[in-house]
């Protein structure tokens, strides 16, 4: 389902071990950005709309 965090943890970062107990918790993909920040950085606001969160735990 989430095949970027698939990558990141076969890459070996290090940050999530093999034997970890992971649990995922959804997403979240609504920012509140203020017409002022649009209008000031319409480029970053383009790419943190395509962005998303993935909520997670790791051994509880």
């Avoid at 940050?15 to 992971?22: E, G, L, M, T």
């Avoid at 979240?28 to 998303?52: C, G, Q, V, W």
């Amino acid at each position: 389902m989430y095949l970027d965090f698939e990558t990141f943890k076969t890459e070996g970062f290090g940050f999530i071990k093999p034997f970890d107990k992971v649990e995922l918790l959804g997403t979240t993909i609504h920012y509140n950005l203020s017409d002022k920040f649009k209008a000031t950085f319409p480029i970053l606001t383009k790419l943190i709309e395509k962005s998303r969160v993935l909520n997670l735990t790791i051994n509880n």
